[in-house]
């Protein structure tokens, strides 16, 4: 990670020398962590991420000459140029079409064109929201620089959009939310359909515990057909229920109308995960021993691997050997298929947890996990 005024200089810098002339300012957002509540937020549901403290930063320039140019010091370094005339889903594609998709969204406002250099130490494709960082730092930009009456809620559905509609990949509002309103010290308790948050605090280090996140290094993609697949079933589910939502069904005992087993799984899921963050949210509330949600954690991974079925043998591994090594719990977060899981652990037991699950990968002749403590940080901000 790097501080602040670190990682502004660099950019600062880096747009100097790509654009010739220095930004307007520099901007991040983090990516984050789900303490519990997956796949619940396009089902109307409720979530509880914590912001990390990893960022991606993004300096921005308005030009003149009516066009849009994106670069990252990620990858090659190019720059991606276009009119702004000519953005549309699917142009440019890549990971510049996470910005270009902001962008388009307030083209109106931006006729004469912008720059954008960004940069990041959110690792990419580790379930961690490298992309909402992405969008979210850039809608972030934007507002401060010609839209000020949006306010940050406005800016979610923004980036949103940006994601759904140019980008294609089928996200609800979690993890935009989480990069533009999560608070330091603090988890963000999410009432997805009214758009209610409450800050509950998660002072994980009083208690002496860490909450782990292993990056498995297997990587994933909302753009590609399972996360897509899920949203689907749960939205047959719930029509074949009546509901406008799973979110509005009240337990388990509601779901036996439905006689096909896939939809069945999916539901089941998503009606317990809605269940789960409201028991780790009460716990916390109470300011009872947060050793407790970990019990809660490990019960959400089941029901992820085997319900909604978007685990790995690489996520699994983690879990069963974290949970064996004295864990109090642990899950896979993000949109499955790869990505990273959360280790609720001890933290004078953190160490060897972490080696427990390397042990664990490397007899099972998988590459070697990345691990880091898990510090509930701020959302995005203007750094420069």
Not at 216 to 222: C, D
């Amino acid at each position: 990670m790097i501080s602040d005024h670190d990682a502004a200089a660099r950019a600062t810098e880096a747009f100097r020398e790509r654009f010739g002339g220095a930004p307007e300012g520099v901007w991040a957002a983090p990516g984050r962590v789900n303490v519990i509540g997956e796949h619940t937020d396009y089902n109307d549901g409720y979530v509880l991420p914590v912001a990390l403290p990893h960022t991606t930063r993004a300096a921005v320039g308005r030009r003149t000459d009516g066009r849009l140019a994106l670069a990252s010091l990620r990858g090659d370094g190019a720059v991606v140029e276009l009119a702004m005339d000519e953005l549309a889903p699917g142009r440019p594609g890549g990971w510049a079409g996470y910005p270009a998709g902001v962008v388009e969204g307030l083209r109106e406002r931006l006729v004469g064109g912008v720059n954008v250099l960004v940069d990041t130490d959110v690792p990419v494709g580790a379930g961690l929201s490298s992309s909402a960082a992405l969008t979210c730092s850039v809608a972030l930009a934007l507002r401060d620089l010609v839209a000020p009456e949006l306010s940050r809620t406005d800016l979610v559905e923004l980036a949103r959009r940006s994601e759904n509609h140019f980008v294609g990949a089928p996200t609800g509002i979690l993890d935009q939310s989480a990069a533009l309103l999560c608070t330091a010290g603090n988890a963000l308790f999410l009432d997805t359909r009214e758009q209610r948050t409450e800050q509950v605090p998660l002072d994980l280090a009083a208690a002496g515990l860490e909450l782990l996140v292993v990056d498995t290094g297997t990587s994933h993609t909302h753009a590609d057909g399972g996360y897509g697949d899920r949203r689907r079933e749960c939205e047959q589910a719930a029509e074949r229920l009546g509901v406008p939502a799973l979110r509005d069904v009240a337990d388990v005992a509601g779901l036996a109308a439905l006689d096909d087993d896939v939809l069945l799984r999916r539901a089941r899921h998503i009606v317990t995960e809605n269940a789960r963050v409201l028991e780790v949210v009460g716990i916390l509330r109470r300011d009872a021993d947060p050793r407790s949600i970990g019990r809660v954690l490990t019960e959400g991974h089941a029901s992820l691997r085997d319900d909604f079925q978007i685990s790995t043998v690489e996520l699994d591994a983690c879990v069963d050997a974290a949970v064996e090594a004295g864990a109090h719990g642990a899950r896979m977060v993000g949109g499955g298929f790869g990505g990273s899981a959360v280790v609720l652990v001890d933290g004078d037991r953190a160490g060897a947890v972490a080696d427990a699950v390397r042990e664990r990968f490397a007899r099972a002749g998988f590459a070697p996990p990345r691990t880091f403590d898990v510090v509930p940080s701020a959302g995005a901000r203007r750094i420069a």
